[in-house]
Structure formats: C-alpha cells, structure tokens
C-alpha cells in the first residue's frame, strides 16, 4: 500500500519531469536527448539486440560515481569477457565522463524516471543478470521490481551521511522495504553500515571506498603539460578551487584580494558546468586579471586567477596544483570528493562542511594530509605554511600513505558478488 502511494506520487509529478528538462535544457542542452530512456521506452531492435546478451549493469547517477565506477568497469570487461556491460546515469555530465577505455562491450543510457512501468520496461529490455547501484540511489519501484525478478541488486560504495540518515528516518516505511530487498549493501565504512543497520537493511557489510581504487588517466602527465603550456604557468604557485559550488566561489575571491600572496595564481572549477558563465562574470565584477582554459590564444602576461572551464581534466588541474581547496566544504553542502586531491599527492584545505566525506576528511587531517579552515580569514596563515617546501613535503607523504592505507575495495566487492554471476 505504502508502495502504492508512493507510485501514485511519482506519476503525478512525471509530466513536470519534461519542464524541468526543458528548462535545464536551456542552460545544458545535453538535457534535451534521449528523452525516450528516462521515460524507460526503447526500439524494437534494442530489445532484440540485448534479449540476447549476458549483461552486468552498473547504475552511476552523475560525475563523482561515475568515476568511482572505473575500477569496477575495468575489473568487470576483464573478468568476464563474454559479458557486455550496462551503465546507467542520471545526469548529462555523469553521462560524458569518461572512463579511460575504450570498449565495444561498454553501453550507457538514462535510468528512467522511479514508475513502476519504466523500471519494468528497463529491465524486461536489458534483462541484467546482476545490477550495482552506486552509492545512496534508492529507487523503490526500481528495487522492488528487481526483486520481483529476482535479480540480485547490490548497494556498493554506500554511504549515507548523518544529514540523510535523520531524512530516511522519517520515510522508514517507505525505505526499510526497499533495503530489505537489496541482496545487499556494501558499505564504505563501519559509520555508514551502522546507519543503514539502524534504517532496517540487512546482509550489510564494509567493504572500502572504491574510489581509492580510481587510478588517473594514464595520459595525465602528458595532459597536464600541454595544460600548463597553454596557460603560460611556469614558476607560478597554483591554489585549485575544486569542484566550487554556487555562491563559493564569490566569498573565496573576496578572502583572496585581502591577502598580498605573491607568484600565487588561483584556478577555480566550479562543480557545474553550466555555471561557468556566472563565475565568468562574478570574475569580470570584480575587474581582476584572470583567464579562461576555453580561450584558443593566451597572451603570455600576468594573471592572478584563472577559470577552468572544461570537462573531463580534473586530474590535469590537480596535476599542476600545489594546494587544493575543497568545493562544498565552505558552504554547507557537504563537501566534494577529496581523494581525487591526494590521490595526486595535493594536500587539501577543507572548510567545516564535510559531511558527505566525513571519514575520509577527518583523517585527512589526523595524518597531516590536509587542514581544516572554519573562515577564510584562515587562509592568510594556512596558506603561507602549506605551500613552503618543506610542508609540501610531509603533507605529499601523508596523502600517498592514505592512498596506500585504503585501497583494494574493487577486489573486495567482485569477490562478494561473483557468486552471483
């Protein structure tokens, strides 16, 4: 019954599905195609075509677990090699991130959107042998048809942060149901197991973050002196502004004109790209000397800041940082992902909002592989002592030693549900 109404929900709410990807259309225009995979219809060749694979599917909603995905995909196209691989995304940018290989067995579509026709459309067309979910995404009409088919469908990589935590309390009738018929939830960690234990799931266990286990692009080094060359930085210092969320990047400017840091250039990459225009124009606003990673020709002049408005180079950016200052942390939106940050041996500055990271932040500052600011007034001393050589050192030892500390969860979950397959 409980299910009933929630589907009633979700159908009432579906024709604002297509305004809502109208008006996302209009600043990201890849939000306008493939409109029949979220509504969960598919060609006639498509079901006959895949009636005859033996399919693995990877659900991967946007950039962040996509990306944690990777090793998981690798292990998988290597593993089995007579399988094809389904990944299915939310998002325009999880869609177009790229996964370091090429491969003919590799498919990727929209999920569609939680009705309990779609998600039986879905799955009656790709007849998975075995789904992944990535992270926190409970679909509960997706679940329970996946049940009702018994396809064993897996939790991996889940986190659930304290703030979502005391939301599903509130809804436990609805997501209780739903965790009981997962096969099961492969934590990241004892914090996030206890949680979902405490929401109802069962067959939890902690099996690491995978995303320790995502090795960058093996052309980096290559990329990022290109990048380098282009942007004309040479002996320059670079603080990165990672993956910066609206209204961030503003008060982080702000903090930046008070101090007299020389030889110090600031590259921000906001989380979105659809708001490369609006920091473009926050830049402008405030009349400082900046460019753009878009431009074609750079003149080879003095600059403070610099926008990175591209896709797909994160690691390049952190490749030719010194310090990186995490996006989400100083506003509360929970934080982004900081293991990318040491995972290239950049020591992290992180703001008091890191919630979605808890753990992983914590002991990033327990071992000396970043530091935590509570104002950006903070910045004028913590910036002086991170970028001096010796601090750079230890604080590069510290993020490899993390690194090295906490991987192998790829291994530990192919292991678990290998049976399965």
Known sequence: MIRF?????????LPFTCFKLIYRGFRQPDYLKYWSERYGFYSTSTKQIWSKRKTL??????VGETKAAIPLIKLFLKKYPRHY??????????????????????????????????TKRFLNTFKPEIGLLLETELWFNLIHQTFQKTIPL????????????????????????SLQELKSVLAQTRNDAKRFEALGAKNVEVMGNLKFDVAPPRDTNKQSAILKKHLHLKHQLVLLIASS?????EIILQSLLKLQYKNLVTIFVPRHPQRFKEVELMLKKYRVSFIKRSDKKIKNKPYQFILGDSMGEMYSYYNIANIALM?????????????????????VILGPHTYNFYDVSNEAIYTGAGLRIQTLDELEKVLPRMLKPSSQLKMKKACGEIMLAHQGATLKIVNKIKSMI
């Open 327 to 347: 996006g989400g942390t100083i506003l509360p939106y929970g934080g982004q992902n900081l293991i990318e940050s040491m995972a290239m041996s950049v020591p």
């Open 245 to 249: 969320r609206r209204n961030e990047e």
């Open 5 to 13: 109404f929630y589907s009633l929900l979700v159908y009432f709410l």
């Open 57 to 62: 599917w990877i659900h991967a909603v946007s």
């Open 154 to 177: 897996y939790l991996v990589n889940a986190r659930l942060s304290e703030k979502s935590f005391q939301l599903y309390k509130r809804i436990s009738f609805l997501v209780k149901p």
């Open 85 to 118: 691989l389904l990944i299915t995304h939310g998002t325009p940018t999880g869609r177009a991130t790229s996964i370091d290989i090429k491969d003919s067995r590799i498919n990727r579509i929209y999920l569609p959107f939680d009705t309990p026709g779609a």
